[in-house]
């Protein structure tokens, strides 16, 4: 049944909805059978209780679900969470953060450069941009405050610095695009890694100005008692290397062709409790909590996934794409221009909406169009990827700024938080336009590994 007002419709109730804090994944599953019920509804005789529960859309939810338990590139979700929670417990991040302070301590703005870089090596482990800000909020925060910190600038690194991990391989985000945009996430592993060591350098770039120009933000630290250098160095040899070694095993595994995400996802976990067992920091408590919260994290995303496909597919049915797609198209606009519009609504869509939303249901909608404007769709992820970072830093909805206030409570105020992260919304948008000016920082890599992309 074509009823594009009905679909219109239905988009702009879920937008709704979900402002008013109603579950994604829930909100999602049930407008997709509320208006798929009306949408497949086919009467035979409207007196027959029988035809109340002839509907396609019981047949369509089943066959959602049914895809998403099969899909093979989901299964490296709850692996990589597991790696990620199993190191985050294992006190693992502590160590790191420590040793890189002390080997960091002569630059300007030492500790924010600890904290970025633990940040940077964190989030290629764990892609869990909550766990990271929480932890580094309760790690770094206080440290850069007993250190007379800028509490505005102190917040800023650790929100920016926290978001790397949904565009850091090995990300979940990534994982999931390759999922809704049939994408080899190989392809995508390898697009990410520039774009994203790129705004963590740039990141650190800013810290390092930003300190040399205005020493009161990131006083000096005062280290009459530090270790002696062959005892940092060994500090980093021990907590540095063990997690950097076993992220790149994992990367270098996937981008080789050694092994899929959800093998070297598997890798990955047993490597984190390798490590754990080894730093003697693994308890029975800490692995039943990561046993946990992964199978709560997979969950949601696994019914999320359940409801958008839903959500999606009636929306399609009712003839929603199509209009979009058809006016886009009317527009006559030139690819350039064509980017710029959807980076600029996913921009916009970044301050009510988090990440998830936006990949799931809006993403999509321009999926389809890309080969119409000559768009290579590696190129469009990595933008698409970069510009999700603006959704965790641009308010009302900047959730990394809740996740930071919500450990540290009384300790900061919400404006200054988001008054530290302004900086580096900057930042992010001035790399989305470096990679459009030279696509190579996301395509050369993938290309050189894989062969030029062929549509």
């Known amino acids: 049944m074509t009823n594009p007002e009905v679909a219109i419709f239905m988009l702009s109730l879920f937008i709704l909805l979900v402002l008013l804090g109603f579950p994604i994944a829930f909100t999602l599953l049930a407008m997709g059978v509320a208006f798929g019920y009306y949408a497949y509804y086919q009467a035979s005789s ?7 529960f002839n509907n396609q859309i019981f047949y369509l939810l089943n066959q959602n679900t049914y895809s998403v338990m099969e899909n093979d590139t989901l299964v490296a979700i709850p692996l990589f969470l597991f790696m ?11 160590r790191l953060f420590q040793s890189l302070q002390l080997a960091a301590r002569n630059l300007p703005g030492s500790m924010a450069i600890a904290a970025l870089i633990t940040c940077t090596v964190f989030s290629t482990a764990s892609g869990i941009v909550g766990a990271v800000v929480t932890l580094m909020g309760l790690l770094a925060f206080p440290a850069m405050a007993q250190a007379n910190y800028n509490k505005d600038f102190a917040a800023g690194v650790i929100c920016a610095g926290g978001t790397l991990g949904i565009l850091i ?68 040899l021990t907590s540095f290397v063990p997690l950097t070694v076993l992220i790149m095993l994992v990367l270098g595994s996937i981008l080789g062709g050694l092994a899929t995400p959800a093998e070297a996802a598997a890798m990955g976990a047993l490597g984190g409790l390798v490590l754990a067992l080894l730093y003697r920091s693994l ?24 409801g958008s496909w839903t ?89 990394s700024a809740y996740y930071l206030k ?28 470096l990679m459009y000016q030279f696509p190579g920082i996301a395509l050369w890599l993938p290309d050189y590994l894989f062969g030029a992309y062929v549509p």
């Open 46 to 52: 409207i007196n027959e209780f029988s035809d109340l």
């Open 84 to 94: 990620g929670y199993v190191v985050e417990r294992a006190n693992i991040v502590n």
């Open 169 to 236: 391989p090995p990300s979940i985000m990534l994982i999931v695009y390759a999922a809704i945009a049939e994408l080899s996430p190989l392809r995508l592993y390898a697009a990410a890694v520039f774009p994203g060591l790129m705004l963590a350098g740039f990141y650190i770039l800013y810290v390092l100005v930003r300190a040399r120009l205005d020493p009161k933000l990131a006083p000096p630290p005062v280290m009459d008692d530090a270790p002696p250098r062959r005892q940092i160095y060994f500090q980093l």
């Open 283 to 306: 308890t029975w408590a800490k692995l039943k909590d990561s046993v946990f919260l992964t199978a709560k994290a997979t969950a949601m995303v696994c019914w999320m996934f359940v």
């Open 311 to 399: 959500f999606a597919s009636v929306f399609s049915y009712l003839g929603g794409h199509d209009v979009i797609e058809h006016w886009i198209i009317s527009l006559n606009m030139a690819p350039w221009q064509f980017l710029v519009m959807c980076q600029l609504i996913i921009f916009l869509l970044g301050w009510p909406l988090e990440w998830s939303e936006i990949l799931i249901i809006f993403v999509p909608i321009f999926l389809p169009m890309l080969d119409t404007f000559g768009v290579n769709p590696y190129f469009f992820a990595m933008l698409v990827a970069l510009n999700l970072q603006t959704s965790f830093l641009t308010p009302p909805m900047a959730m």
């Open 406 to 433: 919500g450990v540290l409570r009384d300790q900061i105020e919400l404006m200054q938080i988001f008054r530290g992260i302004m900086p580096y919304l900057a930042i992010v948008i001035f790399s989305m336009f």
